[in-house]
């Protein structure tokens, strides 16, 4: 596998032999927090225009709360994809490795 490939090399390979996941995840993270962070403030400003102010403030306790889950759940799953792109490029090194040396790898007794 090429390391040395551009980004848009990588976006335009048909192949899918190089993963362009690893080099955007920080944007897509960022991204995935700043819709959220819009996503709540336009729940709080509705509430407090439409419920008043207890109703407002208590949305604006409730969508704190519920943009930390948000913001875990949203880390947590871009770090298993990428955990799972890298196990990929691991798994492939491996096995070229095993490919290239046949003689170095013994099957277990």
Do not use: C
């Amino acid at each position: 596998m090429n390391q040395n490939k551009g980004f848009f090399e990588k976006l335009f390979d048909l192949s899918f032999s190089s993963f362009v996941a690893p080099q955007i995840v920080g944007a897509l993270y960022v991204l995935g927090l700043i819709g959220g962070i819009l996503f709540a403030l336009n729940v709080v400003n509705t509430a407090f225009r439409w419920g008043g102010f207890l109703t407002g403030l208590g949305t604006l306790v409730a969508s704190m709360f519920s943009l930390l889950i948000y913001a875990i759940f949203l880390r947590v799953s871009l770090e298993s994809f990428v955990a799972i792109i890298r196990t990929a490029e691991n798994t492939r090194i491996l096995a070229e490795n095993v490919l290239n040396n046949p003689g170095t790898h013994q099957p277990p007794i």
